[in-house]
C-alpha cells in the first residue's frame, strides 16, 4: 500500500497553504490535492491544486475521483471579508462543509475527516468558566452570527459522524491564532501603534501560534482522534500585558463606544473591522482546556500563551516604545489618503 | 563599585535624575530604559520602585492561568492590611486549620451587601496570621464579571468566577479555593435576619470537595454583616443595572458615594477544624444523601461557630 492522500478543501487560506507546506514534507503522505476557489499563498511542489467551489454541488462528482483517504476542511472563514456581504460567511461556512460532508458519502475512500472549527461556539462569558473543555459546547447561548454558523456547522459534523461510525471525524477547535506575516484583524489590532481597549476590562486570551495552529492541524491529520479538540496554548495572557510586552500604548475606551471607535479609528490604521465575536473576545476573554490535545491528540505547542506573544513582538518588531515619532506617523495616516 | 549614593537634597536629586533622563533619550534608549538608566543615583528603595514600574511598563511580570497576578495583589496588600488591622479590628482564631501544603476547600458564611468584603478578609487573616502565608482563590458572583474595572481588579487578586468547573480546577491544581455556599442569598439579606445562614445551594461544593479529595475548612465570619446594614432592597434599581438585588443602607444611596464607606464594626474570623472527606472517594458525590449530610454539618457548624463568636465580640462597633 502506498502513502497517504490527502484533500484539503480551503488550500487557497493561510492555514490551507500552511498545511499542505507541511504535508509535502512528510514522506507518509503520498499525494496532496488542494481545492478552492483561490490559488494557494505559496508556490506547492507536489500539490495538486484543482479550482473548486465547496458550495457547488460539483465537490460531490470531484471528491470520489480524487481517491482521497483524508479530508481536511482548513476553508472556515472567521471573519467577512472585506467588500463581500456578511451573509457570505454563512454561505461558505455552513453550506460548504454540508456539500463536503455530502460528497464524503460518496466518497468509498475517505476513511478520516478533520475540520479546522473554532472556539468561538464556547463563545466569550464574563461568567462562564475560565477553562471551557470539548464538553461545554453550546452550554451559553450562541450570540454573534458567526457563533451560530459554528454551532450549525458542528451540528451537521456531529450528525455525519454518528451516521458513519467507521470514518474518524475530528473538529478542531481552535483559539484565535498570531504569528509572523499574519494579517488576520486581531492580528493587526494587536500591531496598531496606539491600540483602543474598553475601559475597565482585561480580558484573559489565548492567542495560539501560528506555527502551532498549523503543528496541530498536521497532527490531526496524520492521526485524528474522535470528536471535538481544543486547540490552545497552555496557560493565558491578559490583553494589557500582550499590549505592554508588544509596547503598544492603549486607549481605553469606555466599553459602549469600543465598536463605534474600532470601526472608525481601526478601519484608518488598517486594523479593520472587528466584528461582534471580536468585541465580546476583547471585553471578556475566552479559555478553554486543552488537555485533550496534549494528552489524546498527543500534540505540544511550542509556545504558551506568553510565549507566543512574546515571538509576535520579536517577530512583529514590537518592543519598540518610542511614542513620539508613532503619534506622527498615526496622525498622518488619519489625516492622510484611503488605504 | 560604587560608594553609597550621595546625599543630596531632594530637589537636587530630582535634577540629577532628569539630566540623567534626559541624556540618555539623547543617546537613542526608549523612554522607559532611559527613566531605568537615570534612576540609577537614586536612593534603594526609589531606584527598586522605578524598576519594578519600568519592569511592568514592559509586561514582564508574572500572571498564572487564571489573571492572578501576584504583584499587583501585593500591592493592593497595605489597603486590605488597613481594613483588616485599623477599620475592623478583625481577630483570627484558628488560622492553622487551612493545611500550609495541599488542596484545601474554604467554607463561609457570606455578607455584605454592597460588597462583600468578607472573602478579602479571610484573605488577610491567612496572609497575616498562617505560618505558610499562601494566596487564596475565592468564587466571585459571575455578575461582577460583566462590569468594567471589578472584573478586572477580581481576576487579578485572585478572583475567579463562580463555576464548579473553575472550582474544581483549581483544587486539582493544589490551590486553596474559597466558596460562598449561600451565594447572593447570603449578601442580600435584610440586616434583620443577619447570621442566619441562608440554604447551602444543593450542596455543589460538597460534591467537588468529595471528587478533588479536598479538606473542607467551615470559616464563621462575625462582623460583615454590619458593614452595610440592608434596611431595604430597590428591586427597580436592581432591574434597570441588571444586579441580583440593589441594597439600601442608612448611608446608602442617600449620601452617594460615600455610602459606599463600610460601617467600622468589629470582626472575628474563625477557622473551625477541618472535615477529611479523602477517605470517601470520589464515587461518593454521587450519593445524595451523603452530600445533603456533610454539606448540613458544615452549614450546622458554621452557624454554631457565628452565635459563639458573636457572644465573645460582644457590641458590634466598639
Not at chain 1, 471579508?81 to 468509498?108: F, M, W, Y
Not at chain 1, 490552545?232 to 494589557?240: Q, R, Y
Not at chain 1, 472587528?274 to 479559555?287: E, H, I, S, T, V
Not at chain 2, 505558610?132 to 481588579?153: G, N, T
Amino acid at each position: 500500500m502506498g502513502g497517504r492522500r490527502i484533500l484539503i478543501a480551503g488550500i487557497g487560506t493561510r492555514w490551507g497553504t500552511e498545511l499542505a507546506l507541511r504535508l509535502e514534507r512528510d514522506p507518509a503522505v503520498e499525494s496532496i490535492i488542494g481545492i478552492d476557489t483561490t490559488p494557494p499563498l505559496a508556490d506547492l511542489e507536489r500539490t495538486e491544486v484543482l479550482e473548486a467551489d465547496i458550495r457547488s454541488p460539483v465537490i460531490a462528482r470531484l471528491l470520489p475521483s480524487t481517491g482521497a483517504d483524508t479530508l481536511v476542511h482548513a476553508g472556515i472563514v472567521l471573519y467577512p471579508v472585506p467588500g463581500k456581504p456578511a451573509r457570505s460567511l454563512h454561505d461558505i461556512n455552513v453550506i460548504g462543509t454540508l456539500q463536503l460532508l455530502a460528497a464524503c458519502e460518496r466518497s468509498p475512500t475517505i476513511e478520516r475527516v478533520i475540520v479546522r472549527g473554532s472556539a468561538a461556539i464556547y463563545g466569550c462569558e464574563p461568567a462562564g468558566p475560565s477553562f471551557f473543555t470539548e464538553t461545554m459546547a453550546r452550554s451559553f447561548p450562541l450570540r454573534t452570527r458567526f457563533q451560530r454558523d459554528i454551532g450549525e456547522l458542528e451540528g451537521y459534523f456531529e450528525n455525519f459522524a454518528r451516521r458513519h461510525s467507521d470514518l474518524t471525524c475530528c473538529m478542531l477547535r481552535y483559539q484565535p491564532d498570531i504569528g509572523p506575516g499574519q494579517r488576520s484583524p486581531l492580528s493587526r489590532y494587536l500591531s496598531l501603534p496606539v491600540v483602543p481597549t474598553q475601559l475597565g476590562f482585561d480580558p484573559r486570551l489565548q492567542l495560539i501560534h501560528s506555527d502551532d495552529a498549523t503543528g496541530a492541524l498536521h497532527r490531526a491529520t496524520m492521526s485524528p482522534v474522535r470528536g471535538a479538540v481544543n486547540v490552545a496554548p497552555s496557560g493565558s495572557i491578559s490583553l494589557s500585558r500582550a499590549l505592554r510586552l508588544l509596547g503598544r500604548t492603549q486607549v481605553p475606551v469606555p466599553h459602549p463606544l469600543f465598536g463605534p471607535a474600532m470601526a472608525q479609528v481601526g478601519g484608518r490604521l488598517g486594523a479593520g473591522n472587528l466584528f461582534g465575536d471580536g468585541l465580546r473576545l476583547l471585553r471578556y476573554g475566552r479559555g478553554v482546556d486543552n488537555t485533550r490535545m496534549l494528552d489524546e491528540l498527543g500534540f505540544r505547542p511550542a509556545f504558551d500563551a506568553t510565549g507566543a506573544i512574546r515571538d509576535f513582538a520579536r517577530t512583529e518588531g514590537g518592543l519598540s516604545l518610542a511614542p513620539s515619532p508613532r503619534v506622527a506617523s498615526i496622525l498622518e495616516r488619519l489625516a492622510g489618503a484611503p488605504r | 563599585m560604587s560608594g553609597p549614593p550621595p546625599v543630596g537634597s531632594t530637589v537636587e536629586m530630582g535634577s540629577r535624575f532628569l539630566r540623567g533622563f534626559r541624556s540618555a533619550v539623547d543617546g537613542g534608549l526608549d523612554p522607559l530604559a532611559a527613566v531605568e538608566a537615570a534612576s540609577t543615583d537614586l536612593p534603594k528603595s526609589l531606584r527598586d520602585s522605578v524598576e519594578r514600574m519600568a519592569r511592568r511598563m514592559r509586561g514582564d511580570y508574572h500572571e498564572d492561568e487564571w489573571g492572578f497576578d501576584e504583584e499587583f495583589a501585593e500591592a493592593a496588600y497595605p489597603f486590605f492590611e488597613f481594613l483588616y488591622d485599623r477599620w475592623w479590628r478583625v481577630e483570627a482564631t484558628g488560622v492553622e486549620n487551612v493545611p500550609a501544603h495541599g488542596r484545601a476547600m474554604v467554607v463561609s458564611n457570606h455578607a455584605g451587601a454592597l460588597f462583600p468584603f468578607d472573602a478579602s478578609m479571610i484573605t488577610g487573616a491567612i496572609m497575616k496570621e498562617h505560618p505558610l502565608p499562601r494566596w487564596p482563590r475565592f468564587m466571585v458572583l459571575d455578575w461582577a464579571f460583566e462590569l468594567p474595572f471589578l472584573s478586572a481588579f477580581m481576576r487579578k487578586v485572585g478572583g475567579v468566577p463562580a463555576s464548579p468547573f473553575n472550582a474544581t480546577r483549581i483544587l486539582e491544581q493544589d490551590g486553596v479555593m474559597m466558596v460562598f455556599p449561600e451565594g447572593v442569598k447570603g449578601t442580600g439579606k435584610p440586616f434583620a435576619e443577619r447570621y442566619r445562614l441562608q440554604r447551602f445551594g444543593r450542596g455543589g461544593f460538597v460534591e467537588i470537595a468529595l471528587r478533588t479529595g479536598s479538606p473542607i475548612v467551615p470559616v464563621a465570619v462575625v462582623g460583615s454583616e454590619e458593614i452595610y446594614p440592608m434596611i431595604g432592597n430597590s428591586s427597580l434599581l436592581a432591574k434597570a443595572v441588571g444586579a441580583p438585588f440593589a441594597p439600601v443602607t442608612p448611608t446608602f444611596p442617600w449620601l452617594g458615594p460615600l455610602g459606599l464607606i463600610p460601617l467600622p464594626s468589629k470582626w472575628r474570623i474563625e477557622f473551625c477544624d477541618p472535615i477529611d472527606v479523602s477517605g470517601l472517594g470520589p464515587e461518593a458525590a454521587e450519593d445524595r444523601r451523603l452530600v445533603f449530610e456533610l454539606s448540613e454539618q458544615v452549614r450546622e457548624t458554621i452557624q454554631e461557630k457565628l452565635y459563639e463568636n458573636l457572644v465573645k465580640r460582644g457590641s458590634a462597633f466598639v
